[in-house]
């Protein structure tokens, strides 16, 4: 059973930047697919960045690339997103996701899922 657990979330004024940070606990981060997603009130969970297993193959968003980063560190189970010139459509919780499968993982259907952390951009 792997567990993530998120961490960086918080207020940031618009324009501003925050990372977030998702460990894996229990298991192997090398071994699965890594995403982040989004949710607001009302609206379905949506795919924001992901990156294979491997780390050759990333994927974002239109309205995020360009602006937000994902990597991830295999030695230290960890995956990160950096988010730079946030706009206030971005706020949302943000979910960590690990799955063996790519193609569950952007059909938002993960093995795994964080607990979410939650990212307002606001003045």
């Known amino acids: 059973q792997v567990r993530l657990v998120e961490s960086g979330g918080g207020l940031v004024q618009p324009g501003g930047s925050l990372r977030l940070s998702c460990v894996a606990s229990?298991?192997?981060?090398?071994?699965?697919?890594m995403g982040w997603f989004r949710q607001t009130p009302g609206k379905e969970r949506e795919f924001v960045a992901g990156?294979?297993?491997?780390?050759?193959?990333?994927h974002y968003k239109d309205s995020v690339r360009g602006r937000f980063t994902i990597s991830r560190d295999d030695a230290k189970d960890t995956v990160t997103l950096r988010m730079d010139s946030l706009n206030p459509d971005d706020t949302a919780v943000y979910y960590c996701?690990?799955?063996?499968?790519?193609?569950?993982?952007?059909?938002?259907?993960?093995?795994?899922w964080g607990q979410g952390s939650q990212v307002t951009v606001s003045s």
């Open positions: 990156v294979k297993r491997g780390g050759d193959s990333i």
């Open positions: 996701a690990a799955a063996n499968s790519w193609v569950a993982l952007a059909a938002r259907r993960p093995d795994y």
């Open positions: 229990g298991g192997t981060a090398s071994n699965y697919n």
